[in-house]
T-cell receptor, first 108, second 114 residues
């Protein structure tokens, strides 16, 4: 079983819509959770991190964590074409594990 | 803040030669640096974790004699790909950690072995 699982997509949403990206993890000891955005040919950049159950908002981005369900999600409100990228989920149960990423396309 | 640089950004080398990639944390001291490899359309694969002044910890399946890691200071780690072969062609990315909860990535180095 993979440590971190993401739907590879591609996920397509129209401009202005809400994009919802999901991630599940296997290690209940995971302490911190991260979302990275990676444009093609570039390295990942940190968007958000979350440690506690519930929601964490930063601008158009909201991370949601449910440790009981071992589930973390990222919502992108008012999606823009510039949000088109691959989104990587990462968890830290002592070391970093990355998911394979979800490809998001925002259609103008 | 939390800027990580890598050099070179691209390198082409001949099979059998060695290539050194530098990773620097520019505005913070990194307790730990990580080296990843990413093949096209695949996720990051952790190769090794290095702490300043100690030997790197390699992931299973990564040859430590082929991928030499030196972490000489809290701001510099180097990865040397020795006797490179075409199958080593990949995107190599380093990251530096402020503490155990966050890591910041360098821009990556695209290695092509001909």
């Amino acid at each position: 079983q993979k440590e971190v699982e993401q739907n590879s997509g591609p996920l397509s949403v129209p401009e202005g819509a809400i994009a919802s990206l999901n991630c599940t993890y296997s290690d209940r000891g995971s302490q911190s959770f991260f979302w990275y955005r990676q444009y093609s040919g570039k390295s990942p950049e940190l968007i958000m991190f979350i440690y506690s159950n519930g929601d964490k908002e930063d601008g158009r981005f909201t991370a949601q964590l449910n440790k009981a369900s071992q589930y973390v999600s990222l919502l992108i409100r008012d999606s823009q074409p510039s949000d088109s990228a691959t989104y990587l989920c990462a968890v830290f149960p002592g070391q970093f594990y990355f998911g394979t990423g979800t490809s998001l396309t925002v259609i103008p | 803040g939390a800027v990580v640089s890598q050099h070179p950004s691209r390198v082409i080398c001949k099979s059998g030669t060695s290539v050194k990639i530098e990773c620097r944390s520019l505005d913070f001291q990194a307790t730990t640096m990580f080296w990843y490899r990413q093949f096209p359309k695949q996720s990051l694969m952790l190769m090794a974790t290095s702490n300043e002044g100690s030997k790197a910890t390699y992931e299973q399946g990564v040859e430590k004699d082929k991928f030499l890691i030196n972490h000489a200071s809290l701001t510099l780690s180097t990865l040397t790909v020795t006797s490179a072969h075409p199958e080593d062609s990949s995107f190599y990315i380093c990251s530096a950690s402020l503490d155990k909860y966050e890591q910041y990535f360098g821009p990556g180095t695209r290695l092509t072995v001909t």
